[in-house]
């Protein structure tokens, strides 16, 4: 059987947590609205709680009325609804899975294990699965980050997954990769020789990339303060954004060609250390300010909030990718809490022609830019120079953009989330979209280098009120270099 075509039993560990009922069961909605899963695809929601099936069908279809941006389709429903299954199981207690095989069909059907909760229960879930014998050389596990909060912790996570399961059944997963603008980079770099061959230190003067959200810590303090923006953010979504970037062609579109080629950029980043990381990092913390027009706290005011706490909630990040393609051309890294607007954004900045004969007229040419918008109103924009209309004064040139709205370009009626590409492409048997094993290592790896660096420098971290782009420090980052921040 075509394995894109097989069916799944879809296993949701944590069904009834935050995750499963915001993201997994609207992603799974969706995907039966649209068509996408096979007849025989079963899901079965995994969670302690004393819940029968029927009431744990009544639990999903309140989630639904709850996150879904449209009505249920009473049709749509009634046949999601009949592939749903609860079973309750112990974590931690092994004996407990084999009521697992009453409701997986091994020989027929992929098991897909989706991990919807915290890494410290992966290794006891997927002792219970092996120990209970219902796993198979097709059975694939659905890792959530984040996997561990250094480099050690990281291994160890691994280490327990991979101590059951081969790296090609694991599937790690990073939301941002599922998101239609970044699979779109490909697309752009690698379909259009106007990009393709423009690409390089000679023709790109530099790179911003900007995740900037609006929102606070939202009740999970304690957490936040053990991981802060660093660990949370760049980790993960800024520096996976950043290899589809900078990764050289991939020979094929299939998992290990793309995941190889994001491991080189990875393992090409100059590493940021106690000697470098005042001119290459800035550090921040929001307090007290105003956002949509209401005050809003400060970080240490926050619900939850315990002691005074130096966690970052603002990083800026100048990084230097060390190969021939990228050499002297900085890329930007921007991501914070409280900041004005929730925008991710890459801006792609060209090099100013070397001459300018508008002179006259415009005393400097504004530099083109290619603009990649993540989130909202996903698309691509192009900034460039054209003549004003007229026949009075000579040539007088005004930016224009050229807008490429997804939704205006394509006339879609709406654009799918990213979780319902990753959960598709996951019952599907497609790595493209997943982290490996070597990727979260060595983003981890350079990641404690940041944090050694400001342990040992031992600097609280600069303050910016709520609503703000972020601290002073973090304009000078780039006004150092002749360079604004694209805001």
């Known amino acids: 059987m075509d394995q894109i075509n097989r069916a799944c039993d879809f296993v949701i560990f944590g069904a009834l947590g935050d995750l499963s009922r915001r993201k997994l069961i609207t992603s799974i909605y969706h995907l039966e609205r649209s068509g996408l899963l096979e007849d025989e695809t079963k899901i079965i929601g995994i969670a302690r709680r004393d819940e029968t099936t029927a009431s744990f069908i009544d639990k999903m279809k309140s989630s639904l009325k709850e996150f879904l941006k449209w009505d249920i389709d009473p049709e749509v429903w009634?046949?999601?609804?009949?592939?749903?299954?609860?079973?309750?199981?112990?974590?931690?207690?092994?004996?407990?899975?084999?009521?697992?095989?009453?409701?997986?069909?091994?020989?027929?059907?992929?098991?897909?294990?989706?991990?919807?909760?915290?890494?410290?229960?992966?290794?006891?879930?997927?002792?219970?699965?092996?120990?209970?014998?219902?796993?198979?050389?097709?059975?694939?596990?659905?890792?959530?980050?984040?996997?561990?909060h250094d480099l050690a912790s990281s291994i160890i996570i691994n280490d327990a997954v991979a101590a059951v399961f081969a790296e090609n059944q694991i599937y790690r997963i990073d939301h941002y990769l599922g998101k239609e603008t970044v699979q779109n980079l490909l697309a752009l770099r690698f379909a259009n020789s106007i990009f393709t061959t423009n690409w390089d230190h000679n023709a790109i003067d530099?790179?911003?990339i900007t995740v900037a959200e609006e929102v606070g810590i939202e009740g999970r303090w304690g957490y936040f303060d053990?991981?802060?923006?660093?660990?949370?953010?760049?980790?993960?979504?800024?520096?996976?954004?950043?290899?589809?970037?900078?990764?050289?062609?991939?020979?094929?579109?299939?998992?290990?060609?793309?995941?190889?080629?994001?491991?080189?950029?990875?393992?090409?980043?100059?590493?940021?250390?106690?000697?470098?990381?005042?001119?290459?990092?800035?550090?921040?913390?929001?307090?007290?300010?105003?956002?949509?027009?209401?005050?809003?706290?400060?970080?240490?005011?926050?619900?939850?909030?315990?002691?005074?706490?130096?966690?970052?909630?603002?990083?800026?990040?100048?990084?230097?990718?060390?190969?021939?393609?990228?050499?002297?051309?900085?890329?930007?890294?921007?991501?914070?809490?409280?900041?004005?607007?929730?925008l991710s954004e890459v801006v792609i900045v060209f090099k100013q022609l070397p001459h300018n004969i508008f002179g006259k007229s415009n005393r400097k040419l504004s530099p083109n830019k290619l603009i990649i918008r993540l989130q909202p109103h996903e698309g691509v924009e192009i900034m460039m120079l054209n003549k004003i209309p007229g026949i009075d004064e000579g040539v007088k040139l005004q930016q224009t953009m050229l807008d490429l709205s997804f939704s205006e370009v394509f006339k879609v009626e709406r654009i799918a989330d990213a979780y319902e590409r990753l959960l598709l492409e996951a019952m599907r048997g497609n790595q493209a979209l997943f982290v490996s094993r070597e990727e979260v290592e060595q983003a981890w790896k350079w990641i404690d280098s940041i944090q050694d660096a400001w342990a040992e420098l031992n600097e609280p971290p600069k303050s910016y009120p709520a609503g703000t782009w972020g601290p002073v420090a973090a304009v000078t980052l780039l006004a150092k270099d002749g360079r604004e921040w694209e805001e």
């Not at 589809?244 to 950029?265: S, T, W």
């Not at 400060?298 to 230097?320: I, K, M, P, W």
């Open 226 to 342: 053990q991981s802060g923006q660093l660990r949370d953010m760049v980790q993960n979504h800024l520096l996976q954004i950043l290899s589809f970037l900078a990764m050289e062609p991939p020979v094929k579109l299939d998992g290990d060609n793309i995941r190889n080629e994001k491991l080189k950029v990875l393992k090409a980043l100059r590493p940021i250390t106690i000697d470098n990381i005042d001119s290459k990092t800035v550090r921040g913390q929001y307090t007290s300010g105003f956002l949509k027009g209401g005050p809003v706290s400060g970080y240490n005011e926050e619900e939850g909030a315990q002691d005074e706490s130096n966690t970052e909630t603002f990083v800026a990040l100048r990084v230097d990718i060390d190969n021939w393609r990228w050499a002297d051309v900085p890329f930007y890294l921007r991501t914070a809490k409280r900041m004005p607007t929730k």
């Open 206 to 208: 530099h790179v911003q």
């Open 78 to 148: 009634q046949r999601l609804a009949a592939r749903i299954t609860y079973v309750k199981i112990n974590l931690d207690r092994p004996d407990e899975y084999y009521q697992l095989h009453d409701v997986l069909n091994l020989e027929e059907r992929v098991t897909v294990n989706y991990f919807a909760v915290p890494p410290s229960t992966f290794g006891d879930i997927c002792k219970g699965l092996s120990e209970s014998r219902i796993i198979n050389d097709d059975t694939r596990v659905v890792l959530e980050k984040p996997i561990g």
